[in-house]
Nanobody
Framework: QVQLVESGGGLVQPGGSLRLSCAASKYIFSIDDMGWYRRAPGKQRELVARINKSGSTNYADSVKGRFTISRDSANNTVYLQMNNLKPEDTAAYYC????????????WGQGTQVTVSS
C-alpha cells in the first residue's frame, strides 16, 4: 500500500514562508501529475497547484506569484514553496498524485496544517 507522507507545515507569521514536501512510501510508476490541494475550515477543498510529467504547472489565482510547485520525479516527491503567506492561506494542505489510463490510480496524503497568524 503506497502512502503519501507530507511534511513542512506549521505556524508562520504573515509574510513568512514555508516549504511543504510530499514523498511516496513506495515507488509509484508512470505518475502523470502531482499536486497540492487545501481545505480551510468551513470551505470546500480547492486546488492550489499542480505539475504534470512534462513540468507544466498551474496555480490557483490566489497563490500565483507567491507559491511554486516542483517535483523530483526520480524520487516521487513533490514540493510546494510558499512565500508571502497570508492569513487566508491557513488550511490543511493535501498532496495528490495521479496516474491515468488503464492502470489509473489516485493517491492522497493525510494532510499537513498550515496556519498563518501573528
Amino acid at each position: 500500500q503506497v502512502q503519501l507522507v507530507e511534511s513542512g507545515g506549521g505556524l508562520v507569521q504573515p509574510g513568512g514562508s514555508l516549504r511543504l514536501s510530499c514523498a511516496a512510501s513506495k515507488y509509484i510508476f508512470s505518475i502523470d501529475d502531482m499536486g497540492w490541494y487545501r481545505r480551510a475550515p468551513g470551505k470546500q477543498r480547492e486546488l492550489v497547484a499542480r505539475i504534470n510529467k512534462s513540468g507544466s504547472t498551474n496555480y490557483a489565482d490566489s497563490v500565483k506569484g507567491r507559491f511554486t510547485i516542483s517535483r523530483d520525479s526520480a524520487n516521487n516527491t513533490v514540493y510546494l514553496q510558499m512565500n508571502n503567506l497570508k492569513p487566508e492561506d491557513t488550511a490543511a494542505y493535501y498532496c495528490n498524485v495521479n496516474r491515468y489510463g488503464i492502470y489509473g490510480q489516485e493517491y492522497w496524503g493525510q494532510g499537513t496544517q498550515v496556519t498563518v497568524s501573528s
